[in-house]
Structure formats: structure tokens, C-alpha cells
């Protein structure tokens, strides 16, 4: 604002005449300051409206975390307007807490942003020599390069472009090239699960050559009215002998099928040279068909198993064993399969929080840093993983002093990062070109995914893109919110606790709160 001076005809009477020009400065410089006043004082009005929720939650979470046990200093929150500067709720919000599977929206944005969303991952069947008349006369390598999704259907087309290409009989060992990742690093880790339950398909470690996420799928077909209760097996390993010990119990009268998996068992012991599977326990026939999936073998057991099963069941034949050696010599490609697209392995990873894909995506990100760095790039650790991350959020201008990353998954109990780190990678992303491949990912509130069954009724329904994580101790959400007003809202909401498992009410009533309540 500033002050316009009038014209003045200084002929007119006394009487008429008006004020001296310093008399009419004065009045307006009073004029502006009482102006800048009154503004000033409209603003710190309005100020206490725009943050009336900042450092302290809204009623109905704050009620619902009441009900569940939890303190608010076991929780950390931040609800902002993407694009905005400052939150409309921060509590806790700089403080570092275990972010369980959210830790995803970190490794699957890094690798969007650095690998790009066509990339893939190639799995090829080399040789030294070309077969002839039909007989590879020598070993078959099988190179892996760490694809996430490498699953039982694409391994059968891998030897199906084998066989069409006239090789019938492998006179030679089957070879592994698993040199891409620390062989020595994930044989460790796999002797150390995250949890007591290591054959379940979580606890698979990373592995370059990752075959079906290195598990089995039983099919339990129970029969109440005849009482007869059978186990499908797929894949079926050929060095895997299966022996079915379970009891049905029930009939066609017992309607409860209850937690079925806690009265099984499952064990691995060598027999003879080869696996044996021993499955017991008790089963309810009411259950009738179910799946259990175990991750059983080793990396290397397991793919030459499946290995045998597919290329006896394609006509063909091996006369050599299983051998895990850096092949030698110049080697030529016989056959090779490609993975789907990052893209589609992002969707996989973020909606259905599949941790094995995290963290075979985790160490690609190390492995393409250590191509770029080396001359001659070592096997790849969760350490050079660390690192590439960490030089990706510096490119970004991201800095999270608290973070702490382990494999990248959030399937750990060391993790750390901050709510406030978080919203910050999330507006990040958001102003990102790979925002729609980014935000697509994550689970549609009462759509798909993990939120698949959670806020049904609620009008935040298919209205939000939101990541979940869950640990004994750990419950959180994070992501996008397209309020009532047609606004894009950043939340995140991380607990730690040992209440944690009952949080879901409180998490649910902020998306609804924020849905409903935006400005």
C-alpha cells in the first residue's frame, strides 16, 4: 500500500484550503502503519484456526488410541496438503521409530527414481558350446541377476525355450551363478530368521537367482463326508520327498475351521542324500481346501530340484549333478527370460508388502551403484544397498540423520526412521514424474491390497493410497488422502508399542478424520 499525494490548487480561499503537504505525509504514514496493523492482527486471529490440531491429535483418534492403551507419545503423526510448508497435525513428529513394512515407500521410490519403471531383470541359461543334434555337451549355467519375480510358470518357459531350440540332453552338471549377491552374507542371514518360524515365506533370504520365492505350495484337501484328507504339492522337487503325518480331525457337522495353520507342523531333515518334508499335526476337515505355502531347500537345492522336475517332465535329461562354481571360459546364450517391469514389481512389493521382493529390490539398488562405482563390482551386501540409498537421498536433498536401514523391507527389528522423514520422501515423490507410478502402488482403501477390508463404509473408501506395516509391537500407515474438497493430503501414522496390534481404529479414524476435515 502506498500513499497517493492529490493535486493541491493553492488558490483556493482559506477557508477551503487543505492541509500542507508534511501535514498530509504524516497522516498517511499513520494511516499505513494502523493498516499494517490491523493485518498483522487479522493474521494471528486466523493463525490458531490454521493449526488448531497442530501437536495434538483430533478427538476421535486421540479417543481411539485411549481405547487401545496406547499413550500419544507412543505415536508419531503428520497430516499435510501435498505441496504445502508446514503440517495441520505434527506430534512426535521428529522422533525415530520402527516403521515395519512402511520402510517399502523408501526402497520402492529410490528404485523408481533411479532404475526407472521399464526396468528388468534377465535370468539366462548359458553354455560354452552350442548344442549339436540335440546333446549340450557340457554343463548348463543358469545366471541369475536378482530378479524379484522369477516364479515357477516363468522358469518353465526359461526351459521351454530350451527345448525348442533342439537341446534334449545336458551332458554336464547344472551350474548356479549366484555371484551377484553375497552368497556368504544371505546363507547367514537364512540361518537366522526374523522370527521362530523360518519356513514361513517371509523369512526367505534374497537370493540372485531367486526361484518362486524358494517355496512350496501345499494344497490341503480335506473331505468331511468321507472323512479323507489329502496334500498337493506345486512345485513337486525332485530331490524333495514329502511325508503327510497330519491327522484330520472333525467331520462334516464341525462348521469351525478356526487358525488351522497353528495345529500344523512342518520339519526338513536330509534322508539318504536327499530332503525329506515331514508335515503333522492336526487338520479340521471343515476347513476343506486351503493353502499352505513353506519356504523350504536351500537357494541352490531348491532350483535344481524344480530344475529336474520341469526338464524330465519337458523330455529332457541330465547326466551330471548340481554344482555351484563360477563358470569358466567364454560362454554363449542358449536361452533367457525376462522379468515383468519394475513398475509391476513396484505394484507387487507396496500393495500385497511382499518382503522378499523388497529386499531383492533393496540389494539391485546396491548392485547397480556398485557397477557404476567398481571396475570389477564385488557381490553385493545389504551394506552397498545402504549406501546407494543413502547417496539417493542426498541427490534428493533428503536428510534423515535417524534413519536406519537393515534390508530395506521393514521386516526388521532395527529400523528406524521418522514420521516427519517420511512426509517429507512422500511430497517428495509426489512432485516426482513418477508420481502415478508411484502412488498407484499402494494399497486403495476398500479396493485392494492390504487396506483391501479396512474402512468399507467409510467415505474415505477408494479415496486413499496407503502403505501399511505391521510387526509384534508396530503398527503403521503412510500415504495419500484425496479429501472431500477434492485436496491431496501426506499422512503418516506410526506406533510403537506393545498394544500396537489393537491401533487399527485409531489409524482408520485419522484417514477418515482427514477426509472429512480438510480446509
Known sequence: MTCIMPHIDRRLTPELRVPSDSVLRRRCRRNLLAFATLVMLVW???????????????????????????????????????????????????????????????????????????????????????????VLDGDLVLKGSGDPKLTFEQFWLLLRQLRARGVREIRGDLVLDRRLFDANGITAAEAVPFDDKPLRPYNVAPDALLLNFKSLRLQLVGDAARKSFVVLAEPQPGN????????PTGGAGNADCGD???????????????????LNGQYPLSCGEQTWNLGVLTHPQYVFGVFSQLWQELGGTLTGTLRESAPAGNLQRLASIESPTLAEIVRDINKYSNNVMARQLFLTLGAELAEKTDAAPKPVRPADADAALRAWLAQKQLNFPELVLENGSGLSRRER????????????????????????????????????????IQGVA??????????????????????????????????????????????????????????
Request: glycine share 6%; proline share 6%; net charge positive.
Open 462 to 519: 477408494g479415496q486413499a493410497h496407503i502403505k501399511t506395516g505391521s510387526l509384534e509391537g508396530v503398527k503403521t500407515i503412510a500415504g495419500y488422502v484425496l479429501d472431500r474438497r477434492g485436496k491431496w493430503q501426506i499422512v503418516v501414522f506410526l506406533i510403537n508399542h506393545p498394544n500396537a496390534a489393537a491401533a487399527q481404529a485409531a489409524q482408520d479414524a485419522l484417514l477418515q478424520w482427514v477426509y472429512e476435515r480438510a480446509n
Open 417 to 456: 526412521i521418522s514420521a516427519e522423514s517420511l512426509a517429507r520422501l512422500l511430497a517428495s515423490a509426489w512432485k516426482s514424474p513418477l508420481m502415478p507410478e508411484y502412488i498407484a502402488s499402494l494399497p486403495l482403501t476398500a479396493v485392494d491390497g492390504t487396506m483391501k477390508k479396512r474402512l468399507r
Open 240 to 247: 524333495l520327498e514329502i511325508v503327510n503325518q497330519i491327522r
Open 260 to 278: 488351522w495353520k497353528e495345529g500344523l507342523h512342518a520339519e526338513v531333515s536330509q534322508h539318504a542324500g536327499r530332503s525329506r518334508l515331514t
Open 44 to 134: 494471528l486471529a486466523a493463525a490458531p484456526a490454521r493449526a488448531e490440531y497442530v501437536e495434538r491429535l483430533p478427538p476421535p483418534v486421540a479417543q481411539a488410541l485411549k481405547h487401545a492403551g496406547i499413550p500419544p507419545a507412543a505415536a508419531a503423526v503428520v497430516v499435510q496438503e501435498a505441496g504445502a510448508v508446514l503440517p495441520r497435525v505434527s506430534l512426535n513428529a521428529g522422533q525415530s521409530f520402527n516403521p515395519a513394512s512402511v520402510m517399502k515407500l523408501l526402497t520402492t521410490y529410490a528404485a523408481l527414481d533411479t532404475l526407472g519403471p521399464a526396468y528388468t531383470w534377465k535370468t539366462e541359461a548359458l553354455a560354452v558350446a552350442a548344442p549339436a543334434g540335440g
